[in-house]
């Protein structure tokens, strides 16, 4: 790999410079290309301070009235739109983010948030970038914190400019990571090219997310040590995560419930991401036809769905099959795509050793809890610390809504450097609202 480096690695132009490509096997689904040098990567190509999102401390509190959060602004925050350069298939692309800066002594460094957010939608419409206020309220409430929160939108979702020409790749690990550790370099040159009174402190990040941001924030996690060097993380935030797709991708098949709905709509971001074979090999030929312009148009209430209440009505027999045998056998490449989401049996090395915080909803319908709980075992066997938290009664928003306090405890401890308070046991459910 050195020598590889050395070969092939030099700047075209009169620099001389050696570029830094990411060590990292590349997603073996067809789609993987070689990575590009990483000294590409987060240039802003675009900053706007939007002043109506750039808040006062006691406007922040004024927001919060009548929430019971637990918390308060200390400071004011000021946000930024961010398009930035990452890397998707060997290509070099847009993408866009959230950066929200407490203002604060110039040169101050503070730590680092990277928040992932749960699903929204697939298209750029969809992108919490283009929802004002309600795409940037976390990251306002947490700069008001002391902290530097970058939200990116994910690829596929450019909330603003030049729109995407394709589907938000959900539940694809590589396409998600990538483009969303490229935010924290974006967010580090809006700082200098911004002159803002926040510094980035490399040394304290944290990755936060909840349902498919809980699957990013282990993704991010997975692939920091070996594409952001830079940083060291001190935690990770991972609530009400769908870890294991392939065993979704059973349940769906199997169990009418809302996973039949999340895992049909990987399929279809899926099949466009990799350029697969046709939809209908494995949704009924309805869906097939009409979910990708759907999804395309709307961030929910998707028409081709009403009056569905059957897994048979979603998915072809031969993916109920392929799903029930356990490991998709006879339908490739449909078990590749999936697997690549299964965090337990990736083949990136986890250079990390930040805590993680898996949290679970007991009667999740969508990220259904079974076969997450069965990967912090798994993770834990691989060197991983998991501090479980399991919601007693609770569906899948409330797991992550209920829990916000004992989050909000998580990220306090991992800034103070503080241990876990249990590592690798399973626990009974408890009501987190309390």
Same mark, same amino acid.
């Given at each position: 790999?050195?020598?590889?480096?050395?070969?092939?690695?030099?700047?075209?132009?009169?620099?001389?410079?050696?570029?830094?490509?990411?060590?990292?096997?590349?997603?073996?689904?067809? #789609?993987?290309?070689?990575?590009?040098?990483?000294?590409?990567?987060?240039?802003?190509?675009?900053?706007?301070?939007?002043?109506?999102?750039?808040?006062?401390?006691?406007?922040?509190?004024?927001?919060?009235?009548?929430?019971?959060?637990?918390?308060?602004?200390?400071?004011?925050?000021?946000?930024?739109?961010?398009?930035?350069?990452?890397?998707?298939?060997?290509?070099?692309?847009?993408?866009?983010?959230?950066?929200?800066?407490?203002?604060?002594?110039?040169?101050?460094?503070?730590?680092?948030?990277?928040?992932?957010?749960?699903?929204?939608?697939?298209?750029?419409?969809? &992108?919490?970038?283009?929802?004002? !206020?309600?795409?940037?309220?976390?990251?306002?409430?947490?700069?008001?914190?002391?902290?530097?929160?970058?939200?990116?939108?994910?690829?596929?979702?450019?909330?603003?400019?030049?729109?995407?020409?394709?589907?938000?790749?959900?539940?694809?690990?590589?396409?998600? &990571?990538?483009?969303?550790?490229?935010?924290?370099?974006?967010?580090?040159?809006?700082?200098?090219?911004?002159?803002?009174?926040?510094?980035?402190?490399?040394?304290?990040?944290?990755?936060?997310?909840?349902?498919?941001?809980?699957?990013?924030?282990?993704?991010?996690?997975?692939?920091?040590?070996?594409?952001?060097?830079?940083?060291?993380?001190?935690?990770?935030? #991972?609530?009400?995560?769908?870890?294991?797709?392939?065993?979704?991708?059973?349940?769906?098949?199997?169990?009418?419930?809302?996973?039949?709905?999340?895992?049909?709509?990987?399929?279809?971001?899926? =099949?466009?991401?990799?350029?697969?074979?046709?939809?209908?090999?494995?949704?009924?030929?309805?869906?097939?036809?009409?979910?990708?312009?759907?999804?395309?148009?709307?961030?929910?209430?998707?028409?081709?769905?009403?009056?569905?209440?059957?897994?048979?009505?979603?998915?072809? =027999?031969?993916?109920?099959? #392929?799903?029930?045998?356990?490991?998709?056998?006879?339908?490739?490449?449909?078990?590749?795509?999936?697997?690549?989401?299964?965090?337990?049996?990736?083949?990136?090395?986890?250079?990390?050793?930040?805590?993680?915080?898996?949290?679970?909803?007991?009667?999740?319908?969508?990220?259904?809890?079974?076969?997450?709980?069965?990967?912090?075992?798994?993770?834990?066997?691989?060197?991983?610390?998991?501090?479980? !938290?399991?919601?007693?009664?609770?569906?899948?928003?409330?797991?992550?809504?209920?829990?916000?306090?004992?989050?909000?405890?998580?990220?306090?401890?991992?800034?103070?450097?503080?241990?876990?308070?249990?590592?690798?046991?399973? =626990?009974?459910?408890?009501?987190?609202?309390?």
């Amino acid at each position: 790999m050195i020598w590889f480096l050395l070969a092939c690695a030099k700047d075209a132009g009169d620099s001389g410079q050696v570029l830094t490509i990411p060590d990292l096997p590349t997603d073996p689904c067809g #789609a993987g290309a070689p990575f590009l040098p990483l000294e590409q990567m987060g240039e802003v190509v675009l900053s706007s301070r939007e002043d109506t999102l750039s808040l006062t401390a006691g406007t922040v509190n004024t927001l919060l009235n009548g929430y019971d959060l637990g918390v308060e602004a200390q400071v004011d925050v000021e946000t930024y739109l961010l398009r930035y350069t990452t890397q998707d298939r060997g290509e070099l692309v847009e993408v866009t983010a959230f950066a929200t800066l407490p203002i604060v002594e110039p040169g101050t460094e503070v730590p680092v948030i990277l928040w992932l957010h749960p699903t929204v939608g697939f298209a750029d419409s969809c &992108a919490p970038t283009a929802l004002g !206020l309600e795409g940037a309220a976390f990251g306002i409430l947490w700069a008001s914190q002391g902290y530097a929160v970058v939200s990116p939108d994910y690829l596929g979702m450019r909330g603003f400019g030049a729109g995407s020409d394709e589907l938000h790749p959900y539940i694809v690990a590589e396409a998600t &990571a990538i483009a969303s550790l490229d935010a924290v370099r974006a967010m580090e040159a809006l700082t200098i090219e911004r002159d803002t009174s926040a510094r980035l402190d490399a040394s304290r990040l944290l990755h936060w997310g909840a349902s498919e941001g809980g699957f990013a924030a282990l993704w991010t996690d997975r692939y920091q040590g070996a594409y952001l060097p830079d940083y060291t993380s001190v935690g990770v935030i #991972a609530a009400i995560p769908p870890s294991d797709p392939m065993a979704l991708a059973e349940r769906a098949t199997s169990v009418w419930s809302d996973t039949t709905w999340g895992v049909a709509a990987a399929m279809v971001s899926m =099949q466009q991401y990799y350029e697969g074979p046709p939809l209908s090999d494995v949704l009924a030929p309805e869906l097939a036809e009409l979910m990708p312009g759907e999804m395309a148009e709307k961030c929910s209430g998707f028409e081709v769905l009403e009056g569905i209440e059957s897994v048979e009505d979603v998915f072809t =027999q031969a993916a109920i099959d #392929a799903a029930q045998s356990g490991d998709f056998s006879g339908l490739e490449p449909w078990e590749c795509y999936l697997q690549q989401g299964v965090i337990r049996e990736s083949t990136i090395e986890r250079v990390s050793t930040a805590p993680v915080y898996m949290i679970l909803a007991e009667d999740d319908d969508l990220a259904w809890a079974p076969p997450a709980r069965e990967d912090i075992t798994a993770l834990c066997a691989q060197g991983y610390e998991i501090e479980h !938290l399991e919601c007693a009664g609770a569906s899948h928003v409330d797991g992550a809504v209920d829990s916000l306090g004992q989050q909000l405890d998580f990220v306090a401890r991992m800034f103070a450097g503080d241990a876990l308070v249990a590592s690798c046991e399973i =626990q009974e459910p408890v009501v987190c609202s309390e």
